[in-house]
């Protein structure tokens, strides 16, 4: 089956305590994101990569770190966060990054609670 | 820049009633796509439709249609006879071709729709 799988579901952590949240795409997509999810905002971009070893800032990056080293996995790294960063987090993969208008595909959503 | 405005925060209506959701949208390209997506309670989000701008052709799937006007720059979503399992958080989404956006779905802010049995 095709799908976006993202870990942990849900996570409660304490401010400062490194965290990664893993994303893995099972359909040779080149092209993968981060959004988060706040109430009133909609879904903003964090991060994107094109393809492997590129990565690029979305609309609000601060705070966060990305890799990609395999096509399949993008994961969203959190050094030290902050109470500001609770929120729902969402992996998203298409087919190309250079066409609009290829589906975006998402996980089930992370939801984050930073205390 | 992109930018999506859904101005209904939210909405409530009885089972059976007809409902339109509004979306407008700002771009300067003139290739772009637009989308709807659902989000149930479960909190996973649905896609639910893409149109392209240079296609205006209204499109209808069961209960949900959806008017594409570029005049007014509208992408609006109707569901007609709702149902209580309509309930969701819907979003309208923009993306452009290309560029320096690589993709990226700009989002609306999203509207809470309530049907109530």
């Known amino acids: 089956e095709a799908q976006v799988t993202q870990n942990p579901r849900y996570l409660i952590t304490v401010t400062g305590k490194k965290l990664t949240v893993t994303c893995s795409q099972n359909m040779n997509h080149e092209y993968m994101s981060w959004y988060r999810q706040d109430p009133g905002l909609g879904l903003r971009q964090i991060y994107y990569s094109m393809n492997v070893e590129v990565t690029d800032k979305g609309d609000v990056p601060e705070g966060y770190k990305v890799s990609r080293k395999e096509k399949r996995n993008f994961p969203l790294i959190l050094e030290s966060p902050s109470p500001n960063q609770t929120s729902l987090y969402f992996c998203?993969?298409?087919?190309?990054?250079?066409?609009?208008?290829?589906?975006?595909?998402f996980g089930p959503g992370t939801r984050l609670t930073v205390l | 820049a992109q930018k999506v405005t859904q101005a209904q925060t939210e909405i409530s209506v009885v089972e059976k009633e007809d409902v339109t959701l509004d979306c407008v949208y700002e771009t300067r390209d003139t290739t772009y796509y637009l989308f709807w997506y659902k989000q149930p309670p479960s909190g996973e989000l649905v896609f639910l439709i893409r149109r392209n701008s240079f296609d205006e052709q209204n499109e209808i799937s069961g209960r949900y249609s959806w008017n594409f006007q570029k005049s007014t720059s509208s992408f609006n979503f109707t569901i007609t006879a709702s149902q209580v399992v309509d309930s969701a958080v819907y979003f309208c989404a923009l993306s452009v071709a290309g560029g320096t956006s690589y993709g990226k779905l700009t989002f609306g802010q999203g509207t809470i729709l309530t049907v109530h049995p």
């Open positions: 998203a993969s298409k087919l190309s990054g250079t066409s609009g208008r290829n589906e975006q595909f």
